[in-house]
Nanobody, 120 residues
Framework: QVQLVESGGGLVQAGGSLSLSCAAS????????MGWYRQAPGKQRELVAT???????NYAESVKGRFTISRDNAKNTVYLQMNSLKPEDTAVYYC??????????????WGQGTQVTVSS
C-alpha cells in the first residue's frame, strides 16, 4: 500500500502565499505523475497542477502564473507553492500520485486533503 501525508495549508489573506507538501511512502515502486487537486464546497474536485517524473508540468488556467508545482523524486514528495491567493482558491486540496507497480496497470492514490482558506 501507499501512504500520502500532506502538510501545509491554513488561513491566509487575499494576496498572500501558502505552500503545500505531500510525501509518499510505502510500496511506491515507480511514481509516474504527481499532482494537486482541489474541491470547494458544493463543487466537483478539479485539477490544480500536475508534474511528471521528468518534470513536465500542467496547470489549471485559473492558477497559471500564481501557483508552482515541483517535486523531489528522491524524497517522493510533491510541493505546491501558491502565491497571490484569491478567495476563490479556498478549497480542500488533495495530492494525487500515479504509481507504476512491478506488474499490472498503473494505479492512483489520494492524500487525506488539507484545507486552504483565503479571506477577502
Amino acid at each position: 500500500q501507499v501512504q500520502l501525508v500532506e502538510s501545509g495549508g491554513g488561513l491566509v489573506q487575499a494576496g498572500g502565499s501558502l505552500s503545500l507538501s505531500c510525501a509518499a511512502s510505502g510500496s511506491i515502486f515507480i511514481i509516474n505523475a504527481m499532482g494537486w487537486y482541489r474541491q470547494a464546497p458544493g463543487k466537483q474536485r478539479e485539477l490544480v497542477a500536475t508534474i511528471t517524473s521528468g518534470g513536465s508540468t500542467n496547470y489549471a488556467e485559473s492558477v497559471k502564473g500564481r501557483f508552482t508545482i515541483s517535486r523531489d523524486n528522491a524524497k517522493n514528495t510533491v510541493y505546491l507553492q501558491m502565491n497571490s491567493l484569491k478567495p476563490e482558491d479556498t478549497a480542500v486540496y488533495y495530492c494525487n500520485i500515479r504509481r507504476i507497480p512491478p506488474l499490472g496497470l498503473a494505479d492512483y492514490y489520494w492524500g487525506q486533503g488539507t484545507q486552504v482558506t483565503v479571506s477577502s
